[in-house]
């Protein structure tokens, strides 16, 4: 069992790693939820739209942390042998690559928002509740695109924090920002202290202030304790980077990008897929993965953790304590991901009735929701391979375990099955997730393999 299970320190540092990142994501998830039944007693029509405009902005986030997720390999194993100025260039590099993917995202976004949410809205159901929706959906993207600057510079920050072992300042930004979040939200969606009822309006405009408010307590804090976070020291006179390191990171950015980008964009087309069936599905969907991303802190949390355990260990050219910390730390994130669908298998019949919507959504709500608890397990066995992975700098393997199962196996079941068969949601749903089963197979075998264990950096000033 020793292989399995490590000392009482090595699970205090273990936590105290990954419990700030649970704690920030928890109250993230959290105050998600209470948005979520805010927005949800508008109506049916509100809730999907809110939900489908998130659908579309989940691919934007998901490639700004994939930008951040390949610098930041090279970040942990800078910080691993205390090159300072290697975690400078990183932090620069990542400013400069947000700020690119950002106005893109704001202007295909702006060209084809419309488009893209109209592709949810073909599914059984009344004309007049998918016109309503298509109109809440564009609207509330409208504004959240205000507020994506400031995310993906606060994205750096926080990032460059973690990567570095500060984990309880972004943690205090982000309980900060949902704070402001939440109280924006309850004023603005149903108007109190004299403001106009502003329905999803509300809440995109209240996300945007929150953007703004993490961006400035994490700027501020960096600044303040430059003594300790020296990377921001002169980080920003100026934002040319040596052209070895730039284009190192750049080359194993760039796969994880892809991969980040294509698996959102696959689980954003398997919705899509499953909204063919029936309108009810979005909203459905948006229920479950409410209740999903709140007990899933867990596992997802302990998946950044073991990436930046792992990556201080590779870093510092221990790679025998590397592979026996991997085996550990999966132990762990599976436990983590047993007890936590467990609870969610428990509340899935209660869950959806927090709700104000119809019968037929609440019902197919709570199946979708046990579904996704019993998975949890699996999930989390397959997100901890996946960090372990990454943390060897290996992001061409990662592309293929991650985004190209999805797009070769998952996307086309769930195509063909929701456009040639007369399987219903929860079915289709039920099929198409049980893929993780042997992604997991996949992850384990590559890990045990060995080959993702390497130290891939040297000083910044020498080999880089």
Known sequence: MGKYIGSKDFYKY?????VPIMVQNA????????????????????LSGVSIA????????????????????????YHGIKDVEGVRNTFRFKIVINILLTAGAVILFLLFGKTFIGAFLHGEGLKADAEETLRIGISYLKIMLIGIVPYSIACCYGGTLRETGETRAPMRASMAAVLVNLVGNFILIYGYFGLPALGARGAAIATVISRFVEL??????????????AFIVGAFKTLRIPAHLAGKFFVKSLPLMLNETL????????NQSYSLKSLNAVAALNIESTLFNLLGVAFLAMGEGVGIIIGHTLGSGDIKKAKEDSIRLIAFTVFCGVIFGAVQVVLGPLFPRLYNTSPEVKKMAADLIMIY???????????ASYFIIRAGGRSGITFLFDSCFVWV?????????????????????????????????????MVHSGIWARQIVGKSSGQG
């Open 216 to 229: 400035v307590i994490l700027a501020s804090y960096t600044k303040r304790h430059s003594a300790t976070h």
């Open 409 to 445: 196996i998952s996307v086309p079941t769930a195509y063909y099955l929701s456009r040639y068969t007369s399987l219903n949601v929860i079915v289709l749903v039920a099929i198409v997730q049980s893929l993780e089963l042997p992604k997991a197979v996949i992850g384990g075998i």
């Open 27 to 46: 109250i993230s998830n959290f105050v998600g939820l209470l948005d979520n039944l805010m927005i949800g007693r508008l109506g049916t029509n509100a």
């Open 373 to 383: 608890g019993c998975l949890m397990p699996v999930m989390a066995y397959a997100h």
């Open 14 to 18: 273990t936590l105290h790693l990954a």
């Open 54 to 77: 998130n659908q579309l902005l989940f691919v934007y986030y998901l490639l700004i942390f994939g930008a951040i997720a390949g610098t930041g390999i090279f970040t942990a194993q």
């Open 263 to 270: 698996w959102a964009s696959g689980v954003t087309f398997m």
